[in-house]
């Protein structure tokens, strides 16, 4: 099954990575509609988390090249979900570049190894958002009472937002 735009359809002609591709764009689409506060990649907390990246590919960024894996690379153009309609493509489109966990207390994107993949785009005009959601603290941390209320309610938000998509794709 995918998932675009709220609507749930299946095609049983896509491939099974494609499917699977597809699910993991749905779930970064919703989480993207609750993440509400961009921050520039050099003010990204360092704390464990989930970061995450969007953008702005127009047509032009669709040829570039980027790694897909044991050192061989694919256009972007190939790795977008198959949702992406042709007409999409034809004009500027905001897209999820990348979301993925840090759990040292230490690492900042710059030393992430996706900074690597991204920052060719960066170099080619590709206007990216940053985004952070702060995962509970580490043990030994602690919260003040406002912090904890504030990261409980949000993360209760963002669960109630991807619940019915979980709940549909475990089955």
Same mark, same amino acid.
């Given at each position: ?19 699977? *591709? ?85 690492? *900042? ?47 209760? *938000?963002?669960?109630? *937002? ?10």
């Amino acid at each position: 099954m995918g998932i675009y735009w709220g609507q749930w359809e299946k095609n049983l002609s896509k491939t099974q990575e494609q499917q699977k *591709r597809d699910d993991t764009w749905a779930w970064i689409e919703l989480a993207w509609q609750e993440l509400k506060f961009p921050v520039r990649c050099r003010e990204l907390p360092i704390l464990p988390g989930i970061y995450f990246v969007g953008g702005v590919l127009a047509p032009e960024h669709l040829s570039l090249q980027t790694p897909a894996g044991k050192g061989e690379y694919c256009s972007i153009a190939e790795k977008l979900p198959s949702w992406v309609t042709a007409e999409q493509r034809q004009t500027p489109f905001r897209h999820a570049l990348y979301i993925g966990s840090c759990h040292s207390l230490w690492t *900042r994107w710059g030393s992430h190894p996706k900074n690597k993949e991204l920052y060719p785009l960066m170099q080619a005009g590709v206007r990216m958002s940053f985004y952070f959601w702060c995962l509970p603290p580490p043990v030994g941390v602690r919260e003040a009472e406002n912090e904890k209320e504030n990261r409980l309610a949000f993360e209760k *938000r963002l669960n109630q *937002r991807l619940r019915p998509l979980l709940d549909l794709t475990e089955k």
